[in-house]
Every structure is written in C-alpha cells, then in structure tokens.
C-alpha cells in the first residue's frame, strides 16, 4: 500500500511539471519510498521560540514532518498561515489526532521566533540550530521535498509539502482518512493567463502595492481554480471561487506589503483543472 501512496504521489505532482522534472521526482520517490526518518536523540520543542513543551516525536499512526532550512527567505518557505489552515482541515477530517513536527534550522533565532509571533502560530517547533535533523537524513535540497508523511515505524509514505501543492494536500487526506478524502476529477480546459510577470517597479517599503491579472478560459469545460499559492507570505492574492464558464474571464488581485527594503522577487502559483496548470506568475519590484 505505500509503494501505491508513492507513485500516486508521483502521478499527481508529475502531471504538471516538465519531462526533467519529471525524472527528478521518479528519483526522489524511488530513493525516499519506505526511507525511515531518523530523529536526534534529543528535540527541544517551543512555542514561539519561547516557553518550552513536552512533545513526543515517536507515537503511533501516522504524522507529518516538515523541516525547513535556512536558505533564502524563511517567511516565504513556513508558509504559516497555510499550514494552521491545513492542521485544522486534518484534525477535522481524521479521528485520531495527528502529530505535526516542524523542525526548523534558523540562520536568525530571533527572526523564527518573531515569524512564529506575528503569523500566531502556537504549534510547538523545534529550532534545530545545529540543523541536526538534517545531517542525519540529508534531505532533498529542494524544500518542496522536504515535508514527509510517516507512518507509525517513521517510514516514509508519501513526499511533498501540502501546502505548496494542492495535488500533495489530497494525497496526504486520501492517506489519512482512509480514501474518504478523494473527490471526483473535474474535467479539463485550456486558460490563458493575460501575463507571466508583474512589476511592480520602485516605490516606499511602507506603501502597499496592487495588480490584477486575467484569467481567460479558452477551453470547452468550466474552468476551477483550485488553489493560488504565493512564494511569500507578503504576497497576497484575492480572487473568486467561483467557476469560470468557456470563454470567460477571472481577475486575481495581487497585493504586495514589503516587509522591509530591498529587491524582491516572488513567484505566484495558480493551481486549476487546466491542461497547462500550475500556471506561474512573477512578481518583481523594489521597496526603498
């Protein structure tokens, strides 16, 4: 049953990547399929970097693990506010609870602790400062494979952050309630997207920025937007749910509050039941 989570887990991330990628995850999954996770012997776990909690790392029944390191910019990588929005879908779905252990390697301690704060994120965390966890298990370099799910003998079941995809979101629920999370495949259109990049160009790091983009649906189906995931947590994206008929349109509102001054550039991810999804956005500027 794992090997099948696995090249489930292939198929679904595969289908909307180029064939090199393609080959890249046929490894991936190939040489993490079964791979048990190795824990340090001993796991410091906070809330908000602060008050110290009891958290047990070997339970029975499945769990997730994400480890983020610290390469580049680490509000964009946590994602916080998309992973309580996931933990509370799981805990509302599955029975029996379901451990969440986020290792984190800072290049800045207090920064984690801050990003933990202002996203009130009062999961425990493990602020992994010799980036232990990681030594022991050479993860992927690639953060969208560094987020696990294990079963009770900490072996891997599936790879893949569900937060950045929503194909990884159903695998990891179809894996935790047991198939009951499946839902019927919506059928296929064409969408064009009126833009591949937004400049935002210079402006105060104090002032926030807005641009609309233009979905149009070219195909024969109603176009769904499953999901739109941005880079960052300083880029907002505001759209309608609702279905866009053959030959209409939908308008994404993008939004970016610098969090300090620099030369930013981020990437918004549009997940749809298009032949071409995800479909990508670039989003570049300079908040002096």
Known sequence: MRHFYLLLMLAFVSACHQESEKAQIARLVKEWDGKEILFPSRSVFTVQGRDTVDFAVSVPGYKVVSYVDSVGCTSCKLQLSRWKEFMQEVDSMVSAPVPFLFYFHPKDIRELGYI??????????????????????????????????????????????????????????????????????????????????????????SERRERTFTLTNTGRNVLVIHDVVPSCGCTKVEYSQEGIRPGKQANLTVAYEAEKAEHFSKTITVYCNAVNSPLRVKVTGHAE
């Open 116 to 205: 933990t704060r202002s996203n009130a994120f009062a999961y425990p965390v493990c602020f992994d400062e010799t980036d232990e966890f990681n030594r022991l298990n050479r993860f992927p370099a690639d953060m969208t494979f560094q987020t696990f799910l294990l079963d009770s003998a900490n072996r891997v079941v599936a790879l893949g952050n569900p937060v950045h995809s929503p194909r990884v979101k159903e695998l990891y629920l179809k894996v935790l309630t047991g198939n009951k999370a499946v839902q019927a495949e919506t059928p296929m259109t064409e969408v064009r997207a009126d833009m591949t990049e937004i400049d935002f160009g210079s402006f105060p790091c």
